[in-house]
């Protein structure tokens, strides 16, 4: 059985949405990431908006075939916070999201199972109003070439629909392309037999 070469992520940043409990605020944001780079000029955003508030809570997944993920209660009793929005993200089968949840102390304490029940419908309130897109999994390659061959090359790429990401057609050729994952041995068989043709795929 092949393995899955599709995930799903959200399409762009969701807007402002906002739940209360007890006079407490609780802001969410969700967001489409690619690193962990992007994940703290997030916060560093939102802790400027924000620069009242008291919690700035969140949770992120990120990777397609490999998923790490990270929570953080920022001052939350343990596991009350980060952990009911990662399982939110889970829950919509997410990755490469960022959901973060900015509480204003409303001067109630709401208890462990009251801030569980908060931040977790804070982010499945902020998770139901995103675009949710389902994406294929692909793998770059680079193939180089001489001018001779780029006729028979072109004709690959037009008949098995490639992406061309890059491309220099000049006495050397160079193409970057783009093949889904299921379908990346089978192209990548068919340039390498070609002669006078490399193929080699980008880490």
Not at 23 to 28: A, L, T
Request: charged residues 20%; proline residues 1%.
């Amino acid at each position: 059985m092949l393995e899955k070469d599709t995930y799903k992520t959200i399409s762009t940043a969701s807007n402002e949405t906002l739940f209360k409990d007890k006079n407490s605020k609780f802001y969410g944001y969700a967001y489409p990431i690619n690193s962990t780079d992007e994940v703290k000029l997030i916060l560093k955003h939102l802790k400027k908006q924000h620069h009242a508030a008291r919690h700035w809570c969140y949770a992120y997944v990120l990777g397609t075939k490999t998923k790490t993920h990270r929570v953080n209660d920022d001052g939350e009793p343990g596991n009350t916070a980060g952990m009911p929005i990662y399982r939110q993200i889970q829950s919509f089968n997410l990755t490469n999201t960022l959901v973060v949840v900015v509480r204003y102390f409303g001067g109630v304490k709401l208890g462990v199972s009251g801030l569980i029940n908060a931040y977790k419908n804070s982010a499945l309130i902020t998770l139901q109003s995103c675009n949710i897109t389902e994406n294929t999994i692909n793998i770059n390659y680079a193939i180089t070439f001489n001018y001779d061959s780029m006729n028979k090359v072109m004709q690959i790429v037009k008949e098995k629909r490639l992406h061309i990401i890059n491309q220099k057609l000049e006495i050397s050729c160079y193409l970057e392309i783009s093949v889904r994952e299921k379908d990346a041995k089978t192209v990548f068989n068919i340039f390498n037999n070609l002669y006078l043709v490399n193929i080699k795929e980008l880490i």
